[in-house]
């Protein structure tokens, strides 16, 4: 790997820290928190539909393979949410109200280590798929932090907690790239499709789903076309 990528690989951790920063100075009510949600979706949507669908079939591994891999990482990201959610329910058993639960902690790490592999996975693959993963999947981790801020959560947790998930992005990153690095296009392939499902899982089970918890105004589905135009223009000019 050379520094340059190393670099670049670093700028989803560096932002993951600054959104915790941003998230303690600042505390957006349900509606703001909706609408950062969207956007958010919108980016990982032209993510998968703009560069990582296109680079597995750029790859050409073998159609079984890759469909084999998708299911695999449906059913994985299937098996997360009932995991998390049984864990919520201990933990309103037990009447724990105070800081993040253990769910939502949890899933969100696990989703921000797929995403750090997404994006090793991308430099393995070569191009400018790695480049544009990394600076597309930070805009998700810029806002992550605002998404764990409530009312039972310190600034000195979600500080601490956007900390951990940048050192977790990071080395998820550059674990995915030296173990992919020099590998098959079958491996990479089926690599990449085990990620898309878990971003598609990541837009359609959580990010659009805690969004649409309040009343969505019509300006939310502006703003989701807006994180995909961002990802997209940015794919285009080839930044």
Not at 164 to 184: D, E, K, Q, R
Not at 214 to 229: H, M, W, Y
Request: aromatic share 8%; hydrophobic share 55%; proline share 3%.
């Amino acid at each position: 790997m050379t520094l340059h990528n190393l670099l670049l690989i670093s700028i989803p951790a560096v932002v993951a820290l600054c959104g915790g920063f941003l998230a303690a100075y600042w505390k957006p009510n349900h509606q703001s928190r909706s609408l950062i949600q969207h956007f958010a979706a919108g980016v990982v949507l032209a993510a998968l539909a703009v560069e990582l669908l296109p680079e597995i079939g750029r790859e050409h591994a073998p159609g079984p393979v890759l469909i084999g891999a998708f299911a695999l990482g449906s059913l994985f990201m299937y098996g997360l949410k009932f995991w998390t959610e049984h864990l919520e329910h201990q933990d309103q058993l037990a009447g724990i109200r105070a800081g993040i639960g253990r769910g939502l902690l949890l899933a969100t790490f696990i989703d921000v280590a797929v995403d750090g592999f997404i994006i090793g996975a991308g430099f393995a693959a070569g191009g400018a798929t790695g480049p544009i993963l990394a600076i597309g999947l930070s805009v998700e981790l810029l806002f992550l932090g605002l998404a764990l801020t409530s009312d039972r959560v310190s600034d000195r947790q979600i500080v601490l907690v956007s900390g951990g998930l940048g050192v977790t992005v990071l080395l998820c990153a550059v674990l995915g790239n030296l173990l992919l690095a020099g590998a098959s296009h079958t491996v990479i392939g089926a690599a990449l499709a085990f990620s898309a499902a878990a971003l598609l899982y990541l837009v359609t089970e959580e990010l659009l789903m805690e969004a649409h918890v309040v009343q969505e105004k019509p300006i939310s589905t502006l703003v989701l076309f807006a994180g995909f135009l961002i990802f997209w223009s940015i794919q285009l000019m080839g930044v």
